[in-house]
């Protein structure tokens, strides 16, 4: 008996492994896909502006690493005790104007190199809605729980989406005509909208997305929000807001997004890696014993064994960990 829908979803004609190098930009969606990716040890880039949601942000971040832009306190305004930039998360704010500039530069710089010789691009979009700041009309990445009444809220035209992004990916095909893109929708419910504009603004992004597909042949749609929202189908692969898919709708993503993007022969690589993540999340009740002191051992005789193998990853952080007495 077949309790749910299954959706077939074609292999990327060149997938990724593991020496290639892995830009993402979008919502807080993508972040969960790079959380994968970093424990797997790929060698990625994630969101140098911070969390972006809506396609007029991404656009104009991906165009700023592609012009080798930098910012300046002119870019910065100052609300509840820090200095801000519209263009950015919050997690570049600072009670100090000169340390918030510095982090947004050396993000902006690392970014402007990275996207150089990136391989693939992973852009995921979570809402059409654009904010724009009344008195001078231009466009915000993050609110910065600002007053509501300095912002004007509109919902872009698919064709608007669709102009910005062309000519960003455009001028990127410009300084990088060897990297892939791989486009997604967030799955994650912007309910603050209301539900019904919710839908609205999926179904703008996904029109967007798919006429850009059908115009690049180096650009490529994934359907993660096809897979929480019409394959799984439960408010039990939510959290308790009902708008965030849990670890388990999210790992059922990632699997898919791994068969589909990521080359079958880096998979026993991917697991061997994993389980040496999941032995350093071990916790000894007894870390003095003589078995522990085993285990830490072997672990770090498994990491000589892949750096032998594999010179291009990267475990400092574990060897620490399995050295430490």
Known sequence: MQLNMKLDIPAMPKQAKYTDNI???????????????????????????????????VANSLNSYINNHLYTTKDLFYLNELWNSWEHHTRFSNID???ALND???????????????????ITLGSAFQYYLKETGMPVSNNHRAPSQWFEKKLLTTNEIIEALTNTLQNLFSINNHINVIV?????????????????????????????????????YFPAYELVIDILRDYRF??????????????????????????????????????IETARSHRPRFPETIANKQFKENYLAKITSLIEKYPFLDFTEEIKYFECE
């Open 104 to 122: 947004i530069n050396i993000s902006q710089t690392n970014a402007s190199e990275f996207i150089k010789k990136a391989d693939y691009l992973i």
């Open 23 to 57: 830009l993402l930009i979008g919502s807080c969606f993508t972040e969960h896909i790079a959380d994968r990716l970093l424990q797997h040890k790929f060698k990625i880039v994630s969101n140098p502006h911070g969390i972006l949601f809506n396609p007029l942000s």
């Open 238 to 275: 939510y959290d308790i807001d009902f708008v965030h898919p849990n670890y388990l709708a999210t790992s059922f993503v990632w699997e898919e997004f791994t068969k589909t993007c990521i080359q079958p022969g880096e998979y026993l690589l991917m697991k061997q890696v994993q389980d």
């Open 184 to 220: 997604t929708i967030s799955p994650v419910r912007h309910l603050r909208d209301g539900v019904v504009e919710n839908n609205r603004s999926k179904a703008r992004l996904i029109e967007a997305i798919h006429s850009i597909c059908e115009q690049f042949s180096n650009t490529f």
């Open 97 to 99: 104007a000169a340390t």
